[in-house]
């Protein structure tokens, strides 16, 4: 059974904005630090940014002041906001959750494609 699943990817132009979102079981989202990756073509898969389960955000230093993760632990949602798109920013995206053991548990991805 799918327990991270995420939404809002799509085609934007250079200088637009998406929001991502991932919805994640109760067992995988509690307690946990979430995360979002992104992994494009012919690269390594990347951190992307990380909120706590209190809500302290981490950012790559190539996103940093263009999207903003945040969840909502009512609803089992962490949300990325991504604005000043760039077309290097075109990647598929993943919601992940850092569970125990070091383990991570992943979402299937969501594609994001920013044309210049």
């Known amino acids: 059974q799918v327990q991270l699943v995420e939404s809002g990817g799509g085609l934007v132009q250079a200088g637009g904005s998406l929001r991502l979102s991932c919805a994640a079981s109760?067992?995988?989202?509690?307690?946990?630090?979430m995360v979002w990756y992104r992994q494009a073509p012919g690269k390594q898969r990347e951190l992307v940014a990380t909120v706590t389960p209190i809500g302290y955000t981490n950012y790559a230093d190539s996103v940093r002041g263009r999207f903003a993760i945040s969840r909502d632990n009512t609803k089992n949602t962490v949300d990325l906001r991504m604005s000043s798109l760039k077309p290097e920013d075109t990647s598929v995206y993943y919601c992940?959750?850092?569970?125990?053991?070091?383990?991570?548990?992943w979402g299937q991805g969501t594609q994001v494609t920013v044309s210049s």
């Open positions: 109760g067992r995988i989202y509690r307690d946990n630090v």
């Open positions: 992940a959750a850092h569970v125990t053991n070091n383990r991570r548990v």
